[in-house]
């Protein structure tokens, strides 16, 4: 029996959609809606001349090529983060299981690795900004956060640390007894929701007249969200504190989580810095047309 505190687990199918033998099961269908929703909100903010200024915005079909690449970049580098970061001995004794996705096993700092990748090899063969594009992204990622996090909250995975005080603590069925903190709306709330909010507010303020602003923005917006909620989420059990021990309900252990939050800080940071600054900013087309100008000439 749970605790009087407690709230139940709602009882929701896996499957989100099922066809025949054809099954949609929530995580999936998350991360669908998040890449829709972001490209639809891509091709919005490209419509917009007057948030671009010198820098070269991309096209319709560019940013319909773009959501390729950066799902790609997100899957793999997904996958390839979580067997790095957090269950490198499992997969080293067991090569095979690195291929079954389908069996869980993300890595959103992985993910953000290889979104990373895929849009500066795309900026590049197509001749846009990096940062720009970088910048496009950061702006709409918090969708896929958004609906990540609320599958997460459906596949009762990822829960929180105990909370036996807690009023809306939640008894999660593969969490055991105890009811702990639902920390997946937690980051859903924070990594999705309100860092939406915040880079609306920032590309309505900024535009993409800085390269490189936006996406450190976000860099740093979600390192400290992340950070925060990691307090309130139970460690992965294959790794448990890599630093200190928890202490009470939010504990003062490092988690991998934690971890891996630092550099992101440090490398928006330097984003932020080195657009006010001015270093990420196009050349002029003077400039960049002298080349040419001179191989014309001879």
Not at 68 to 75: E, N
Not at 99 to 111: D, E, P, T
Not at 193 to 210: E, K, N, T
Not at 220 to 246: S, W
Request: hydrophobic fraction near 55%.
């Amino acid at each position: 029996m749970p605790p009087l505190l407690a709230l139940p687990f709602p009882a929701i199918d896996p499957v989100a959609i099922a066809l025949g033998p054809v099954q949609i099961k929530w995580y999936a269908l998350a991360y669908i809606v998040g890449l829709i929703g972001g490209w639809f909100y891509a091709r919005r903010l490209i419509a917009r001349p007057g948030l671009w200024g010198a820098v070269r915005r991309p096209g319709a079909a560019e940013i319909d090529d773009l959501i390729v690449w950066v799902a790609l970049g997100v899957v793999l580098g997904g996958r390839i983060g979580y067997v790095l970061f957090y269950n490198l001995g499992a997969y080293l004794s067991n090569p095979a299981e690195i291929l079954a996705i389908w069996r869980g096993g993300m890595s959103f700092h992985g993910g953000f690795l290889g979104a990373i990748l895929a849009l500066v090899l795309f900026a590049r063969s197509r001749g846009l900004n990096a940062y720009a594009m970088l910048d496009l992204a950061a702006v709409v990622v918090p969708i896929g956060l958004f609906f990540g996090r609320i599958a997460n909250f459906v596949n009762g995975e990822l829960w929180g640390r105990p909370a036996p005080d807690f009023a809306y603590a939640i008894v999660f069925p593969n969490g055991g007894p105890v009811p702990r903190h639902p920390s997946q709306l937690y980051e859903a709330a924070t990594e999705g929701l309100l860092l939406f909010l915040v880079m609306a507010v920032a590309v309505h303020r900024f535009g993409f007249r800085r390269p490189g602003l936006l996406g450190g923005l976000f860099v740093i917006g979600y390192a400290i969200a992340r950070t925060a909620c990691e307090f309130f989420r139970e460690p992965d059990p294959q790794l448990g504190f890599l630093f200190g021990r928890e202490v009470g309900a939010l504990g003062g252990g490092i988690t991998m989580g934690m971890l891996l939050c630092v550099p992101m800080l440090v490398v928006g940071v330097v984003f932020v810095v080195r657009a006010v600054t001015g270093a990420t900013r196009p050349r002029p087309r003077l400039e960049a047309d002298e080349p040419e100008a001179e191989a014309r000439s001879a």
